[in-house]
Nanobody, 120 residues
Framework: VQLVETGGGLVQAGGSLKLSCAAS????????MGWYRQAPGKQRELVAT???????NYADSVNGRFTISGDNTKNTVHLQMNSLKPEDTAVYYC???????????????WGQGTQVTVSS
């Protein structure tokens, strides 16, 4: 299973960016996809997740500014980030809970990460 992220970059505070992640490979299904981030010197933290039935969860710090969406048919997840703040600067990682075969449990996979930098 491979997760490929696109869409990171440099933006001024108050601006917007959209991250995308596509999962590829051989597997039965994906239970949940989401985004995590890690700023320098800090632990990786959850940003937002979305389940296969569309239930979403957001970190308090991004709720109301970020929107996660997914397409089960394409195994993709997107993160629309609005009203960006300098404290949103981090490497953003795509995560997927992948079920390899029908009666298996899901296992986590990670993308390589994409840098988001918000200047003040």
């Amino acid at each position: 299973v491979q997760l490929v992220e696109t869409g990171g970059g440099l933006v001024q505070a108050g601006g917007s960016l959209k991250l995308s992640c596509a999962a590829s490979g051989h597997f039965f299904s994906i239970d949940t996809m989401g985004w995590y981030r890690q700023a320098p010197g800090k632990q990786r933290e959850l940003v937002a997740t979305i389940t296969s039935v569309g239930s979403t969860n957001y970190a308090d710090s991004v709720n109301g500014r970020f929107t996660i969406s997914g397409d089960n048919t394409k195994n993709t997840v997107h993160l629309q980030m609005n009203s960006l703040k300098p404290e949103d600067t981090a490497v953003y990682y795509c995560n997927a809970a992948v079920v390899a075969w029908k009666f298996d449990t899901d296992r986590p996979y990670w993308g390589q990460g994409t840098q988001v930098t918000v200047s003040s």
